[in-house]
């Protein structure tokens, strides 16, 4: 997935909306569409103007070194990074020198401090519910790197805190944010497919080397991560599969591999879902790439088309037409798409685009993998 126009100058998706529907290839309907779940009325948290302080917590994270790096995100927003937080005082030290703002080694004093009205969290995966239920209790709308826990009833204890105190409580299922993603859920929800035989989603990474090059050797530690590629990884696929279908789906089978690079988490991961309708869905994920770059996959086989993500766009064959539906401009995909989409639903009083729910819903899947390919 790249970037239309990476990070700044993003036409909003509102707005996006308005145009959508005008446009046509072959005579097939540009899919309408939210980016996320149907708007709800707003909860009494939301706060009704564009966040414009934003405070990081945990940026040992490697989304704060390298792509999507949140801190050129929400710097592209014209935001003001009024605080940023590590435990470890000379990571702090480094990103605030590098973004003009205050290290702190206390992510509570931090907030205290800086009052800001927007929070991105990261850290990680072990640290992360004491710091997702101390945001709660602060009422400031925050966004939060998944996978929230290293266990999912941890996971789904924190969802229910979040929705008992109507928190605005968002996590970045980036992956919602594809052009592919998009057509999929809307044609699907049309009838313009038909019925779905299945879905794959392949996200095949460079191998483990990245995160210690990057200081974030944690990630390969089942005490910090609890899981490697499929954690990582995998769970944006979980989330696709619910998102792109609106069925909860079961795992059917699931295997697990660490031949590669020998490590206590696992390189690779295959994941066979089911949902109640009968879509097969198949999920990929792997740190065995072996060079930069990515190895990605997404389809859609269904009676009255097949889709297939390209360069492009999205590749649309039907029995009597072979065309790519590309994407308007403007459009912002992957973790820009996030933050921006984010950021004006707050200042319209809206939901998260992907709830604490959504989290949860897709953390669970996760460990019900790991339960089958023996890994727990």
Wanted: proline fraction near 7%.
């Amino acid at each position: 997935m790249s970037d239309a126009k990476p990070y700044g100058d993003a036409v909003s998706r509102r707005s996006f909306l308005q145009t959508a529907g005008k446009l046509t290839v072959g005579g097939l309907a540009a899919p309408a569409f939210t980016g996320g779940p149907a708007v709800r009325p707003a909860n009494a948290q939301t706060a009704h103007k564009r966040p414009q302080r934003v405070a990081l917590v945990g940026v040992n994270h490697y989304h704060a070194w390298t792509f999507p790096n949140y801190l050129r995100i929400v710097e592209s927003q014209h935001m003001e990074v009024v605080g940023i937080h590590d435990p470890d005082r000379s990571v702090a030290e480094k990103h605030a020198k590098e973004h003009n703002s205050t290290p702190y080694t206390d992510y509570r004093t931090m907030i205290d401090r800086t009052k800001p009205d927007f929070v991105v969290a990261l850290g990680r995966h072990v640290d992360m519910p004491p710091v997702f239920r101390f945001l709660v209790e602060t009422g400031i709308p925050f966004l939060m790197e998944k996978p929230w826990g290293v266990d999912a009833a941890t996971v789904n204890q924190l969802a229910d805190l979040a929705e008992s105190k109507k928190a605005w409580a968002a996590v970045p299922m980036s992956m919602r944010y594809s052009w592919w993603a998009e057509t999929a859920r809307t044609m699907l929800r049309r009838g313009e497919l038909g019925r779905v035989s299945h879905m794959l989603v392949r996200f095949n990474q460079p191998g483990p080397q990245r995160y210690i090059d990057w200081g974030c050797a944690w990630m390969l530690s089942k005490a910090a991560a609890d899981g490697g590629a499929l954690i990582n990884l995998g769970i944006h696929g979980f989330d696709l599969c619910r998102y792109i279908t609106g069925e909860e789906p079961t795992v059917v089978s699931a295997v697990t591999s660490h031949e590669i690079h020998k490590r206590e988490v696992e390189e690779y991961a295959f994941v066979t879902l089911r949902t109640p309708s009968g879509i097969v869905f198949l999920n990929e994920a792997s740190y065995t790439f072996p060079t930069t770059g990515s190895d990605q996959e997404h389809k859609v086989a269904a009676e009255k088309a097949f889709l297939r993500e390209t360069a492009d766009g999205v590749q649309i064959v039907t029995p009597d037409r072979n065309e790519v539906l590309k994407p308007p401009a403007g459009y912002q995909s992957g973790w820009p798409g996030v933050v921006i989409d984010c950021l004006d639903r707050i200042g319209r009083g809206e939901p998260p685009p992907a709830t604490a729910r959504d989290c949860a819903r897709a953390v669970s899947l996760t460990f019900d993998a790991y339960r089958i390919a023996g890994e727990v």
